[in-house]
């Protein structure tokens, strides 16, 4: 082997290395996807090759999660149109359109683009989306063709769900018809434009479910989708397109929306704790999600038994039926409307909004404006706000039948029913009674909670009463078995105890001392009313007992002079022996209570 052949094997191989090394994510025109091969995304987030879903031999084309395990397939390229073989293969045209061939080169798949190409390639990006391109421009506006804009079963983070209104492109979801079979189920979901635009879940041309419309914060039928700290997500409506699109917040989380098979919208997220998919939220999550199962002007309440009752000023239109559980044909006026004599419209509130395909709707529009729109138009059954936020704005009108109308115990929304005036009246009148018996009710109430009261707190005085006497009693007894029983008679005079004395002349504090005679010691206090007295401690020397000093506060008592200070009582509490004297400012007290014991 001479050197050139020798340097054109060594580049030949550094080149293959090259090509590998560089292209684990893209295919170009050169470069074929053949079934057994697969090319990841640069995070190593999503794989894209051949498969067989379930228990199929079928093989297809289809984007999944590596590092999932089972195998999870998030979009499908031919899914009408399955291989019966391993002898599919991916390749990129020179038009810039992906083609899945057969073992005869047989189309079973293509890309449509009507753009002019050059340098063409197709790369899975790290978000999950396919997308053809001219060499390296990566602007997603320039994009060829992008797998995101033909959703199959399920919504990632990224992509935009609704429609393009100039192209007339729709991206939607539609359910594989089984675990084994990825070929369009019976559910579709998606954003259906007729009036007010709004989500619809479809089995066939039927509705299952409606998510309802946006109405700034959120749709309508989902008070579930609040802010949270796992994704953000956005509604966008303009001239060019109207869609619905979320993110995570944390890009380590792996979240998928999926119309499943059997019909239900839910978002999943994969644990690696559990390795496996955990339900984040479902869309539809009782009876009441059932499209219009209350029929028309019927309100839905999972949790009132039966589910199902007639709006204010309506009745069943077959009670017979109603009485069985079979609500479909809903519910008739109790009495007609007659624009000419004047309607009215009731509020209701905290409700899901009825199906809004037969509106009309003015996005500058106030409340005030809108119902009086609505006034005017004999035709116009209900009006509301579109948008909730900053206190409402915009102004949506229904025309004919109401339907599909449930309540919410939270995030529900405002909406005003036409009524006829007679029964706004008598709806008046026996709201008007209601009130009158429930203030009846309540001054009822207030009054016996007063009577109550009062008489709670008479029993507490009585009480208190009661035992303070008892407490002075007790003194006395007490004393009077101290002294063997001597002086059995009740003084007539008050007596006061020995807390009040303390508080009255601050633990008889030096300070309040005002002078001692040969008996005790006299303090200056206050009792809590403000009457200011004198108390005179007799000593503990003094031999007088307990009778002797009964009968000298007797005498004492009976003595009633101009120039004698006035008695006010005395303290009997175990050796202790007290006279309380109406106190005399200047000194006075000197001579009166000391020339008295003298």
């Known amino acids: 082997m001479d050197a050139l052949t020798t340097v054109v094997l060594i580049f030949s191989y550094v080149f293959s290395l090259l090509r590998i090394s560089t292209a684990v994510d893209t295919i170009t025109v050169n470069q074929h996807i053949r079934d057994g091969e697969t090319i990841t995304s640069a995070g190593g987030t999503f794989e894209l090759g051949f498969f067989s879903p379930g228990d199929s031999k079928n093989r297809y084309l289809g984007i999944w999660y590596k590092k999932v395990a089972p195998r999870t397939v998030v979009w499908v390229a031919n899914r009408e149109s399955p291989l019966t073989d ?47 391109r001219n060499g390296n421009d990566s602007e997603p506006e320039n994009f060829l063709w992008q797998s995101f804009d033909y959703p199959c079963h399920t919504l990632l983070p990224g992509m935009k769900f609704g429609r393009n209104r100039v192209t007339g492109l729709d991206r939607y979801l539609s359910s594989w018809k089984s675990a084994d079979d990825p070929s369009k189920g019976n559910f579709t979901y998606g954003i259906d434009l007729s009036g007010f635009p709004q989500l619809f879940l479809r089995n066939g041309l039927s509705v299952k479910f409606r998510a309802g419309p946006w109405n ?55 644990t690696d704790q559990k390795n496996e998919w955990i339900i984040y939220s479902n869309s539809q999550r009782d009876d009441c999600d059932n499209y219009a199962i209350c029929g028309v002007y019927g309100i839905c309440k999972i949790d009132e038994s039966p589910k199902c009752e007639c709006m204010k000023g309506f009745r069943p239109k077959f009670q017979s039926n109603w009485d069985m559980a079979d609500w479909s044909n809903g519910c008739i006026q109790s009495t007609p409307l007659d624009c000419q004599k004047g309607d009215g419209f009731v509020k209701y509130s905290g409700v899901k909004l009825p199906d809004t395909r037969n509106t009309s709707f003015n996005e500058s529009m106030n409340l005030k404006e809108c119902a009086s729109l609505c006034l005017r138009n004999c035709s116009c059954t209900a009006y509301a706000n579109s948008d909730i936020r900053g206190g409402g704005s915009g102004c949506l009108l229904w025309f004919g039948e109401l339907i599909d109308i449930r309540d919410f115990t939270r995030n529900g929304q405002e909406f005003y029913v036409r009524m006829a005036a007679s029964e706004l009246e008598a709806s008046s009148s026996i709201k008007s009674s209601s009130k009158k018996k429930k203030e009846q009710v309540i001054v009822i109430s207030i009054s016996i909670t007063g009577i109550v009261l009062l008489s709670v707190v008479l029993t507490l005085y009585v009480l208190k009463k009661r035992k303070k006497q008892l407490k002075r009693k007790g003194y006395m007894d007490h004393n009077s078995r101290d002294e063997n029983n001597e002086g059995q008679a009740h003084l007539e005079l008050p007596l006061f105890d020995l807390d009040t004395l303390l508080n009255a002349t601050n633990n008889f504090s030096s300070y309040n001392k005002l002078g001692e005679g040969g008996f005790g010691p006299v303090y200056k206090g206050i009792l809590q009313e403000g009457q200011e007295i004198a108390v005179k401690m007799m000593s503990k020397t003094s031999r007088q007992g307990l009778k002797e000093f009964k009968n000298e506060v007797e005498s004492i008592a009976k003595l009633q002079h101009r120039n004698l200070v006035k008695l006010l009582g005395c303290c009997i509490h175990g050796r202790e022996r007290m006279l309380i004297y109406e106190y005399m400012p200047n000194k006075s007290l000197d001579f009166f209570i000391f020339g008295l014991t003298l």
């Open 86 to 132: 391993s002898s599919g293969v991916l390749k990129v045209t020179q038009q810039g359109i992906l083609v899945v061939i057969n073992g005869t080169n047989g189309i079973l798949w293509n890309s449509n683009s009507s753009r002019s190409s050059l340098d063409p390639n197709a790369q899975l990006l790290e978000s999950g989306n396919l997308v053809v």
């Open 216 to 270: 700034g914060v959120r749709y309508s039928g989902i008070p579930q989708l609040t802010n949270n700290s796992v994704y953000t997500f956005d509604y966008v409506s303009n001239e060019k397109e109207i869609y619905f699109i979320y993110s995570l917040v944390n890009s380590s989380v792996i979240m998928r929306l999926e119309l499943t098979p059997d019909g239900y919208s839910r978002r999943f997220t994969w």
